[in-house]
């Protein structure tokens, strides 16, 4: 009989970029190499482990921009003509390196395109929600869902926090066929009074940073973050696990640092001359990864040597036994003195596994295996499942907090990014305005709301900001904002004087086209 339960939640986002205009778009890329590397084999690891009979439980948050990406055809066809270029890129690169020690790897990376490119055409049918709605029936995962565009919710008032939550329902809705429990909020980002949101849409919990549990009014004294907690109106809160968080996330301390496990940095689209690898990066000359990667991480030099998968896998079972070890261990000691048995939550980014550490599919394989087989003390468990176990929990008022760096806003508000929110909160109040003034509006002026509506969700995405913090792809970032509130404003100022431009509309239209089950009345105040 277990001690203690492990809560594995995976959050998976990326911001709505989708380029029809233009015949390649790098941006587009985040969703390729991300589907690649992350989303198929992830779930491909899932699949299998249900085949062969292993009891995991799984927590899989996917943002409605992240599910509106993976259904559109667009993308879709995109998609599948970045991957026959890659498996062309894989034929070169057995040519290239016949004979040499790098031969091993090309032939690795060319089998395994093959096989992802199976799993997507055959098992996802070309649409990897379809896979995801098969996982589900297994009552092996649980999915939950985001904020809309992943809006840092206590930024963006009451109105709009709504709309975001609420819209986010009812996209899952429509392609899951039943309603979400859970939220991931966008970072973790919580301001005491979301809960009534959350609560008003059905949705039954979230998850928080840990000190937005720990400072907690009342706190739980002789629970912490290893049980929920009950916001007042009876919505559940869930505190992330520091301890085995560092361990995986920690750039100094954490398993993908290690040394034996495959460098990032280091990719062919960089290393190569331009004349052989050009047509495979963009077609700028803009150098950009492949995923054909050789060397292991080495050290914290310049000097890399070769990749090795077999030992990489062995590191990566060595790193989950460490890990379960560590666990168990933790739950021994919270059992002496807690008076239920203790729940780890271990939240990451899902793009942590299999894009930033390649084996990272491999460790969560190896976590579920090792468990099912060779561990007692500590059972994985769903949150809605340990809800069902515990229905009772001690009621608190959560505190504001997030999970970025110092546990509060400071990403998303700073000296790079502050100037967008005078702009949100003007468009904010000005949509209001207009649902209120055509709570009934048809034909072209129905539009054209609905579309202002989608440009303020995009311009709202957390995403923005945070590459504006981190110095990335600024421009990108900074034109992204600057454009969705633009038509914004645009269609703000020609709604007003009644001359709506139909071509320009039907062209953004077209272009942002995403959630077509927007309801822009979601704004009116008195909705």
């Known amino acids: 009989m277990e001690q203690g339960f492990l809560a594995l939640v995976l959050h998976n986002h990326l911001p709505f970029v989708r380029h029809p205009e233009y015949d390649e778009f790098l941006e587009e890329r985040w969703l390729f190499e991300a589907t690649l590397e992350t989303y198929l084999p992830l779930l491909q690891t899932l699949e299998q482990l249900h085949l062969e009979g292993v009891d995991y439980k799984i927590t899989l948050s996917f943002s409605p921009t992240l599910l509106t990406m993976f259904n559109d055809s667009l993308l879709q066809n995109r998609f599948q003509k970045h991957l026959e270029k890659l498996l062309e890129l894989g034929d070169k690169e057995l040519n290239r390196t016949q004979g040499s020690k790098e031969f091993v790897l090309a032939e690795m990376y060319k089998s395994r395109l093959i096989k992802l490119q199976q799993f997507y055409q055959d098992r996802c049918q070309g649409n990897i929600i379809n896979i995801l709605r098969d996982l589900n029936s297994t009552g092996k995962i649980e999915l939950i869902t985001c904020a809309a565009t992943h809006g840092l919710l206590p930024f963006l008032g009451k109105e709009a926090a709504r709309v975001q939550i609420a819209t986010a329902v009812k996209v899952f809705q429509k392609f899951f066929y039943f309603s979400p429990q859970g939220m991931w909020l966008p970072e973790c980002a919580y301001l005491p009074g979301l809960e009534e949101i959350l609560k008003e849409y059905g949705i039954r919990y979230f998850f928080l940073e840990t000190h937005g549990i720990v400072y907690a009014n009342p706190p739980s004294h002789n629970r912490g973050v290893y049980a929920p907690i009950q916001c007042p109106n009876g919505v559940i809160a869930f505190g992330r696990d ?93 059992s002496s003195f807690m008076d239920r048995k203790p729940l780890v939550i271990a939240p990451f980014d899902g793009e942590l596994f299999g894009h930033w550490w390649f084996e990272g599919p491999i460790w969560i394989e190896m976590l579920f295996k090792k468990l099912h087989y060779n561990h007692t003390k500590i059972k994985t468990i769903l949150p809605s499942q340990y809800l069902s176990i515990y229905p009772d929990n001690h009621i608190a008022q959560p505190a504001m907090s997030s999970w970025g760096n110092k546990g509060y806003f400071e990403v998303w508000l700073n000296g790079t990014n502050d100037w967008i929110y005078r702009h949100l909160h003007k468009a904010g109040s000005y949509m209001i305005e207009l649902a209120e003034t055509y709570p009934q509006a048809q034909g072209i002026a129905r539009k054209a709301l609905e579309q202002a509506a989608r440009e303020l969700l995009l311009a709202q995405a957390s995403d923005w900001a945070f590459i504006m913090n981190a110095n990335t792809m600024v421009e990108y970032a900074r034109k992204r904002t600057i454009d969705h509130l633009g038509r914004f404003f645009k269609i703000c100022h020609d709604l007003k004087n009644n001359r709506l431009d139909a071509d320009w509309l039907e062209a953004i239209c077209n272009k942002n086209n995403i959630f077509p089950e927007i309801d822009y009345t979601l704004y009116a105040s008195n909705q």
């Not at 050789?294 to 050290?299: C, L, R, S, V």
């Open 242 to 334: 520091p301890e085995s968080s560092k361990q995986v996330w920690s750039k100094d301390e954490g398993y993908p640092g290690d040394f034996n496990y495959r460098e990032y940095y280091r990719d062919i689209g960089f290393d190569l001359p331009l004349e052989y690898i050009g047509k495979y990066i963009h077609p700028d000359g803009i150098r950009i990864n492949t995923g054909f990667k050789y060397y292991k991480i080495t050290g914290k030099t310049n000097y890399k040597e070769l990749y090795n998968p077999v030992a990489a896998k062995e590191k990566a079972a060595e790193h989950a036994d460490n890990f379960i070890f560590n666990r168990e261990k933790q739950i021994e000691h919270l």
